[in-house]
């Protein structure tokens, strides 16, 4: 297998990861010691966390436990949701057809 096919699994398999939101799997990818904590340091490697980290951190311990990581990724998912909201709402000239994504009227 070459290492390009190899690539676009490895995108493909985080893609599904995301899209059915595995904190979980995310939380183990930062918690480098495995001690069921992310520290600042081991957040270092991923700047989305680090600039949220004292945010994110509720009990000011330094460290991010499990619960800490799911609320704070539930309020980016919320934030960036919001966002999105607005960004469509500044392009209300595009009809909603152009993308397919016009949400069915009624579903029996
Ligand atoms: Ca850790
Ligand atoms: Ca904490």
Known sequence: MSLARILVLSASALAVASAYADRTA????????????????????????TGAFDRA??????????????????L????????????AARKTERPASAGGTAPKAEEK
């Open 26 to 49: 995310a939380f183990k990818g930062l918690d480098i010691d495995g001690d069921g904590l992310v520290s600042k340091a081991e957040a270092a490697g991923n700047a989305e966390v």
């Open 57 to 74: 951190d509720r009990n000011r311990d330094g460290k991010l436990s499990v619960a800490e990581y799911e609320r704070y990724t539930q």
């Open 76 to 87: 980016q998912a919320r934030a960036k949701a919001k966002k999105n909201k607005q960004a």
